[in-house]
């Protein structure tokens, strides 16, 4: 099993940058892909970006690329999302995903580990 804990969320201003955190613990060897989804009240989990856990390779939604950076830190078991010039469009409770599969990675069906969420407020 995967445990998975995000931090980092809250309100933040239109403009601002705020930097998510998630952990993962137990069985942390082996991950293919971990990534960041985000889900706004009314509507369907969305994919925002996703970094191959050995590797560099990374993938970005549309919507927030050159805005938003998914970095790792291996040594401490860690994915960030940095996140600037933020909208008020990016309010939604952001997850962290992992999986040991393989698929394409905007679709959350793909990942087999969340965590419980951090909810990100960008006021307008």
């Known amino acids: 099993q995967v445990q998975l804990v995000e931090s980092g969320g809250g309100l933040a201003q239109a403009g601002d940058s705020l930097r998510l955190s998630c952990v993962a613990s137990g069985r942390t060897f082996n991950f293919d892909v971990m990534g960041w989804f985000r889900q706004a009240p009314g509507k369907e989990r969305e994919f925002v970006a996703a970094?191959?856990?050995?590797?560099?390779?990374?993938w970005y939604a549309d919507s927030v690329k050159g805005r938003f950076t998914i970095s790792k830190d291996k040594g401490k078991n860690t994915v960030y999302l940095q996140m600037n010039s933020l909208k008020s469009d990016d309010t939604a409770v952001y997850f962290c995903?992992?999986?040991?599969?393989?698929?394409?990675?905007?679709?959350?069906?793909?990942?087999?580990?969340w965590g419980q969420g951090t909810q990100v407020t960008v006021s307008s």
């Open positions: 970094i191959m856990w050995s590797g560099g390779v990374t």
């Open positions: 995903a992992t999986r040991y599969s393989t698929g394409p990675v905007a679709s959350p069906t793909n990942f087999d580990y």
